[in-house]
């Protein structure tokens, strides 16, 4: 039978990953793989994470199961932490998931349990995982403009005209901020605009978050999903730990549902709770309760949020420091746009023929449609990537 399998296509980003690592250069920069790196290149363990793990370490006293939908101290701390008080408790229903990535495999899935045949509206662009999930369980895509490859910014016109030809009973797919892959994000001001245009339209809105705190900071970056969440009848939405708690390998995330029906909340938890039976009976654990340990703990919480300021001033500084160093090689502002982009990821907006150039010629490795991971940068190599598009003619 295993004749009968077929080649899948290759993951892009890891293809990058295995090619930097074969690449002997002692210049070469990794800009593909989205994960935060500090000054030294290394991906750190926060501090709150390492006390929450000595606490667990210390107390723990079982490893049997949690429930189907995952510790209610995790939840409730990441609903709070996304949500505030934007929308009531009752109107809630949330399980913890394997990962951001689960979560949104979990939504989609719900989706084509509420509505067999029905559409998702993604970004163009958009993370390539969306595409492939969407694509392997058979959901039909729609896609709408989104980014200005003139301006880098937000096509928020061309946007709002693709939504309109959405029907009723459509879901459409939101990032919550740091928009992946373009570094893009809307404004409150058009947020309220998608909100109006969702209820209009009675269309489902699916907001898939997972950098909270690398934008703005952790309230900023969470009010467009809090003003969708607390406008709209119905919402899901998807989140992850990996990115602001850094803990990557722990697969840590959750998915909410809100419905204005609060005497639905049993039945989409119970649908929840067996869409992970079917999954992979009950959820992962220890990230979660890293998470939980950290969000009920006001020390712990308190330090955690200190760390991931840190982590996204450095961020910014990495941007505005490459902005002004691309400006003063080129006497032009025109890579102005990645001081103002957000979270972990721009896009360059060069094409596929810059991007090998950048990577044969410079060692600097990006995703083919120039996507690049700032993260991935420190204040010596920004000057190098600096040149090197300079001198690939971007």
Not at 10 to 38: C, E, F, H, S
Not at 103 to 108: D, E, H, I, W
Not at 182 to 205: H, K
Not at 212 to 229: C, K, N, P, S, V
Request: hydrophobic letters at 45%; proline letters at 4%.
């Amino acid at each position: 039978m295993f004749e009968t399998l077929k080649k899948q296509p290759a993951d892009k980003i890891l293809q990058l990953m295995l090619m930097y690592a074969d690449d002997p250069r002692d210049q070469k920069i990794d800009l593909g793989v989205g994960v935060y790196k500090n000054a030294e290149g290394v991906t750190p363990i926060m501090r709150a994470v390492k006390a929450a793990e000595k606490r667990i370490w210390d107390e723990q006293t079982t490893k049997t199961y949690t429930g189907l939908t995952g510790d209610s101290a995790f939840t409730g701390g990441m609903t709070r932490l996304l949500l505030a008080d934007a929308v009531a408790p009752e109107a809630i229903s949330a399980v913890a998931t394997t990962g951001g990535t689960g979560a949104v495999r979990l939504g989609f899935e719900l989706i084509q349990m509420m509505k067999p045949g029905g559409r998702i509206w993604i970004s163009d662009p958009t993370w390539p995982n969306h595409i492939a999930i969407l694509n392997y369980l058979g959901i039909e895509i729609k896609t709408y403009r989104y980014f200005d490859a003139e301006t880098r910014g937000v096509d928020f016109d061309a946007m709002m005209e693709d939504l309109k030809g959405a029907e009723a009973g459509d879901a459409v797919l939101l990032h919550g901020c740091c928009h992946n892959p373009t570094g893009a994000n809307l404004n409150m001001v058009q947020w309220q605009e998608v909100a109006d245009l969702l209820n209009a339209r009675r269309l489902l809105p699916m907001i898939d978050i997972a950098y909270q705190g690398f934008g703005d900071g952790l309230e900023e970056d969470a009010a467009g999903t809090r003003l969708i969440a607390s406008s709209v009848p119905e919402c899901l939405i998807a989140s992850s730990c990996s990115k602001n708690f850094g803990i990557y390998r722990e697969r840590t995330g959750m998915l909410m549902a809100i419905s204005a029906d609060t005497a639905r909340k049993p039945l989409v938890l119970d649908t929840m709770a067996t869409l992970n039976r079917l999954a992979y009976s009950f959820p992962p654990d220890h990230g979660a309760r890293i998470v939980a340990t950290i969000l009920n703990d006001d020390a712990l919480r308190a330090d955690w949020m200190a760390e991931l300021e840190e982590v996204r001033l450095s961020m910014l500084g990495l941007r505005q420091q490459l902005a002004d160093e691309l400006q003063r090689l080129t006497g032009s502002d025109r890579f102005a746009f990645l001081a103002g982009h957000r979270g972990m990821f721009s896009r360059l907006g060069v094409s596929p023929e810059i991007v090998e150039r950048l990577r044969t010629d410079y060692g600097v490795y990006m995703v083919g449609d120039s996507r690049m991971n700032i993260a991935g940068l420190n204040s010596r190599t920004v000057p190098l990537l600096a040149q090197a598009i300079v001198d690939a003619g971007a």
